[in-house]
C-alpha cells in the first residue's frame, strides 16, 4: 500500500530536548516536505527536498533540521525545541508532476 | 508573491444544497491549482486538481484565468462532505531558477447539516 508513515503521531516534549520526527515513504518519491499547521494560519511549508542530499527551506524554517540521505526517509530534527514550535506537523511526499501527492497522518507536539 | 486567499474560513450548508468553496489567486505565471481535503482527524488527501479537469465525489474545478478564481463546486452537497477544504497553488518559475513548491490558502471549514 502506497503510503508516507510519520512517528510519533503524538509528542509531549520539554523545551530545549533535541527530537526528531521521521517520514518515510514507499513510493520511490523524489519530493518530499515538512509542513506545520496551525489554527488560523493553515499549512506552512517547513522544509522540502527535490531529492536525496537536496533540501531547501520552506516558509517558516527557523528551529527546524533536515536531512536527507535516502530518498525514503526525510526527517524533521528540532534541536531546541521552543513552546512556539507546539504544533501538528505533516510530512508530504510525490513526484515532479505532483509534488504533495500523498501527506502523512500528521505528528501533533506539545512542547512545555 | 504567489498567494491563495479562501475569503471563507468556516461554511455552512445543508444536505442536499450546492456548495461553493471559494479560491483566488495571486500569481504571475501559469498555475497550477490543486485543492485538498481533510476529513477530521485524517491527514490530508489531494481532492483534485486543474489540469486533469475530473470529477472526485461529486466535486468540480473549473480555473478562470480572468478572475484568477479556482472554485470548488459540489451540486448537491452531503454530510460526509463536512470537512477542512484547502486550496494551493505550485509555485514555479523554472526561468527565474524558483521552487516546485506548494503555496496553500488557510483553508474553509465546511459543514453539512442534516
Known amino acids: 500500500e502506497a503510503q508516507v508513515t510519520q512517528n510519533p503521531r503524538y509528542l509531549i516534549t520539554v523545551t530545549g530536548k533535541k527530537l526528531t520526527v521521521t517520514c518515510s515513504q514507499n513510493?520511490?518519491?523524489?519530493?518530499m516536505s515538512w509542513y506545520r499547521q496551525d489554527p488560523g494560519l493553515g499549512l506552512r511549508q517547513i522544509y522540502y527536498s527535490m531529492n536525496v542530499e537536496v533540501t531547501d527551506k520552506g516558509d517558516v524554517p527557523e528551529g527546524y533540521k533536515v536531512s536527507r540521505k535516502e530518498k525514503r526517509n526525510f526527517p524533521l530534527i528540532l534541536e531546541s525545541p521552543s513552546p512556539n514550535q507546539t504544533s501538528l506537523y505533516f510530512c508530504?511526499?510525490?513526484?515532479?508532476?505532483?509534488?504533495?501527492?500523498?501527506f502523512g497522518q500528521g505528528t501533533r507536539l506539545t512542547v512545555v | 508573491a504567489q498567494r491563495v486567499t479562501q475569503p471563507e474560513k468556516l461554511l455552512s450548508v445543508f444536505k442536499g444544497a450546492p456548495v461553493e468553496l471559494k479560491c483566488n489567486y495571486s500569481?504571475?505565471?501559469?498555475?497550477?491549482l490543486f485543492w485538498y481535503v481533510q476529513y477530521s482527524r485524517q491527514r490530508l488527501q489531494l481532492l483534485l486538481r486543474h489540469i486533469s479537469r475530473e470529477s472526485i465525489k461529486g466535486f468540480t474545478a473549473d480555473l478562470n484565468k480572468g478572475e484568477t478564481s479556482f472554485h470548488l463546486k459540489k451540486p448537491f452537497a452531503q454530510e460526509e462532505d463536512s470537512a477542512m477544504y484547502y486550496c494551493a497553488l505550485r509555485d514555479v518559475h523554472p526561468a527565474q531558477g524558483g521552487s516546485e513548491k506548494l503555496v496553500f490558502g488557510k483553508g474553509t471549514k465546511l459543514t453539512v447539516n442534516p
Open positions: 500569481y504571475s505565471g501559469s498555475p497550477e
Open positions: 513510493m520511490n518519491h523524489e519530493y
Open positions: 508530504a511526499s510525490g513526484d515532479r508532476l505532483n509534488t504533495e501527492a500523498f
